[in-house]
């Protein structure tokens, strides 16, 4: 089938609506850091899941980079999980 499709996309004044499901600005819906990680866990070596990456993600990535990339996150879970989840009351 082809010809023309009318689509009812709601707008405001202020131009800020966005659907619920993308962020704003957001150059990809996916987080490479997720995408690292995932592969990670699964037992893919680094470079395997750099070349995976790169042709899913449309970006070169290579072995070094995922490596950084994946630390990053592991960084940051750790740092998660030591975190205190009670703070002093005054």
Known sequence: MTGQVELA????REGSYYP???????RRQVDVGEVAVALYAAGVTQ????????LLLG????????????????????????????????
């Open 9 to 12: 996309i709601p707008r405001d």
């Open 47 to 54: 470079r395997k899941a750099a070349q995976v990456m790169s």
């Open 20 to 26: 619920s499901f993308l962020k704003p600005y957001a």
């Open 59 to 90: 970006h070169r990535y290579t072995h070094e980079i995922l490596s950084a990339i994946t630390d990053g996150v592991l960084e940051k879970e750790e740092a998660f999980r030591q975190a205190s989840i009670w703070t002093a009351s005054s």
